[in-house]
């Protein structure tokens, strides 16, 4: 598995938020579900520990629950099944200014 993050994430959240961000956005081009106009991946703690076998599944869960308290993720329970307590993930705008690449279009600031 590559381990690129977000170094904006990462500064402010710590690495393995960053790492969780940049999952759930690259799982959102393959694996989302579209409701409420936003894309939804399904997502936990345990799932990132597989992905990531260096971060334990409380790391991970913790790494989620900072990128919803700080506004970068809101989080839905959209299951089907009663029992399953898994939530779905969604990038705020917010988030999305974060994670998404920045323009290479965009004029360079020069300091004066």
């Keep these: 598995m590559n381990c690129n993050y977000n170094s904006k994430i990462a500064v402010k959240l710590g690495v393995n938020s960053a790492l969780a961000a940049d999952y759930l956005y690259t799982a959102m081009k393959t694996e989302s579900i579209r409701r409420e106009k936003k ?3 399904k997502c936990s703690g345990v799932k990132l520990s597989a992905v990531y076998p260096h971060m334990k599944r409380r790391a991970a869960s913790g790494a989620l629950k900072r990128l919803v308290e ?3 993720l809101i989080r839905q ?9 898994t939530f779905f ?11 998404e690449p920045e323009r290479t279009d965009a004029p360079e600031q020069t300091v004066a």
């Design 89 to 99: 993930y969604s990038f705020t705008e917010y988030g999305k200014t974060l994670i």
């Design 77 to 85: 329970a959209i299951n089907k099944r009663v029992f399953d307590s």
């Design 39 to 41: 894309d939804w991946v």
């Design 70 to 72: 700080n506004g970068v």
